[in-house]
C-alpha cells in the first residue's frame, strides 16, 4: 500500500481488450509496458496512479475508425514521475470532456516525455497537461483527420504547469486551437501546424 508497493515489473506482448480498464498501475515503480495490443477498455486503456519509473514503448491502442462506434479508451496518468511514453500508435481514443482530459491526460507529472508517438482522431484532444513540471511532447503527430474534425486541440496546458517543453510535434485539425498553451506553462518550438 506504500508510494511504491510493486516494483519491477514487466507487461509485455499481450493482447488486452474488453475490460473497464487494459491497465491500472498504483503506487508502482520502474514497471516496462511494452509490445502490447490494448483494446475496447470502457473506461481507459492505461490508469497509473502514483508512479514512477514508467517505461511505455511500442503499443498500439484502440483502432475503431468508426464515429459512431462507443466512446472509450484513453491513457491517463495521476502524481506519476520519471517515465516515458515512446512509439505509441492510437486511432480514436476517447477519453475526456469538452471541460477536461484527452487522449493522453497528465495530471500533477513530473519528468514525464511523451515522444515519436501517432494519435490519430482523438475525440475530444491529443494530450493535455495539469499542474505538471519538465514534461516534453516531442516529435508526435497528433492529428484529426475526419473531415469536420472533433478534436477541439491538439495538447492543452492547464493550471500551475512550468518548465515543460513542446516541439518538433506535427499538429493538424482541431477545431478550436491546436496549441492552448498559456505564456510561461512551456517552451514551444520547432512545432509544425497544418
Not at 13 to 40: C, F, M, P, W
Request: hydrophobic share 40%.
Amino acid at each position: 500500500d506504500g508510494p511504491s508497493a510493486a516494483r519491477l515489473v514487466t507487461i509485455a506482448g499481450n493482447v488486452l481488450g474488453s475490460q473497464t480498464r487494459g491497465i491500472e498501475l498504483k503506487h508502482v515503480e520502474r514497471v516496462a509496458i511494452t509490445g502490447n495490443t490494448i483494446y475496447d477498455s470502457a473506461e481507459l486503456s492505461i490508469l497509473a496512479e502514483h508512479s514512477s519509473g514508467l517505461a511505455i514503448g511500442s503499443n498500439t491502442f484502440v483502432w475503431r475508425g468508426d464515429d459512431d462506434a462507443p466512446a472509450r479508451d484513453g491513457l491517463k496518468f495521476v502524481d506519476c514521475r520519471d517515465a516515458s511514453l515512446v512509439g505509441l500508435v492510437a486511432r480514436r481514443l476517447c477519453h475526456g470532456t469538452a471541460e477536461a482530459g484527452g487522449a493522453i491526460t497528465l495530471t500533477r507529472c513530473e519528468d514525464f516525455a511523451i515522444s515519436e508517438c501517432q494519435l490519430l482522431d482523438s475525440l475530444v484532444r491529443g494530450i493535455e497537461m495539469t499542474d505538471c513540471t519538465r514534461c516534453r511532447v516531442s516529435g508526435n503527430s497528433i492529428i484529426d483527420r475526419r473531415e469536420k474534425p472533433l478534436m477541439r486541440q491538439a495538447v492543452r496546458i492547464r493550471g500551475k504547469s512550468r518548465d515543460n517543453l513542446v516541439q518538433n510535434n506535427l499538429l493538424g485539425g482541431a477545431s478550436q486551437q491546436l496549441l492552448d498553451i498559456p505564456e510561461g506553462t512551456a517552451v514551444l518550438q520547432g512545432n509544425t501546424l497544418l
